[in-house]
């Protein structure tokens, strides 16, 4: 079945450090590919996604390119902030298996100042 | 203005009760799925409606009831309540149809069984 594989955590940066976490699948299908947020007490939100092999989404400053050989999806930031602070899911759809997202397990960041 | 809604934000219940939360959605679209997040933020599906059929039932104790009596609202009846049911439930919607596959959360419900 399908299956996501992210960094683990926690990940602890300073203010404006370069960020990246990684993130693998597996899929009989052609999924598309998702990065979700969630904030301190909130419900995950959607930051970024990409539907077909080589697009990148963006947004808020982050990145991430789907990579059919690689099979990997990995969010990257250039300088991250306080305010970035979170627990960031790596997810995959499969339209084909009743619309079911698979997610990873979470990897929580912490910048400091 | 709220897209996914929950209610209630915090429920505190002894066990053995049964008790119920309640979700509702405005954006318009035709699936709606119950989540289920433990103390370590791993995130577990355990239910789908699409237009009000049940279509994903993961491996969930059935005294777990979900009930979706139009596409706009999916509830989540729990039955005499146990310790290892204490967590946080999301609700979660998105246009299977036509859309991607994002997803769009509530704010969560945490349930607290003691």
Redesign the interface.
Known sequence: GDSVTQMEGPVTLSEEAFLTINCTYTATGYPSLFWYVQYPGEGLQLLLKATKADDKGSNKGFEATYRKETTSFHLEKGSVQVSDSAVYFCALSDQGNAGKSTFGDGTTLTVKP | DTA?SQTPKYLVTQMGNDKSIKCEQNLGHD?MYWYKQDS????K?MF?Y?NKEL??NETVPNRFSPKSPDKAHLNLHINSLELGDSAVY?C?S?Q?SRG?????????TRLTVT
């Open positions: 996914v699936t370590k933020k791993f995130l599906i789908s699409n279509i994903i999301f979660a998105s299977r991607r596959g994002e997803q769009y959360f509530g704010p969560g």
